[in-house]
């Protein structure tokens, strides 16, 4: 008896946090897929929804970093505005 996989995973629920609306790379506000990830989610297979799911967190790694770096540079420049105040 051939089989292709030795067990199935679990159906992997949609990613879907309810904020659907599109930024200005086109992924998903809330849940970061794109487009087609999102229109093709339910016709996904498993392994590939897994995949993407992936690519969501990498994406949110990415945009945590971009806005630490911009409270950084807004507690610099709050800094020294303050630090030019006291003369």
């Keep these: 008896m051939q089989q292709d996989k030795l067990f199935e995973l679990e159906e992997i629920d949609s990613p879907c946090i309810g904020v659907c609306e599109s930024g200005a790379r086109g992924y998903c506000k809330g849940c970061l897929r794109s487009?087609?990830?999102?229109?093709?989610?339910?016709?996904?297979?498993?392994?590939?929804?897994?995949?993407?799911?992936?690519?969501?967190?990498?994406?949110?790694?990415?945009?945590?970093?971009?806005?630490r770096k911009q409270q950084e540079e807004a507690l610099l420049a709050e800094i020294k505005n303050e630090q030019l105040d006291l003369f």
């Design 35 to 67: 487009r087609e990830e999102r229109q093709y989610w339910y016709q996904l297979s498993t392994e590939q929804k897994i995949k993407v799911i992936s690519l969501c967190q990498l994406r949110q790694k990415k945009l945590n970093t971009k806005k």
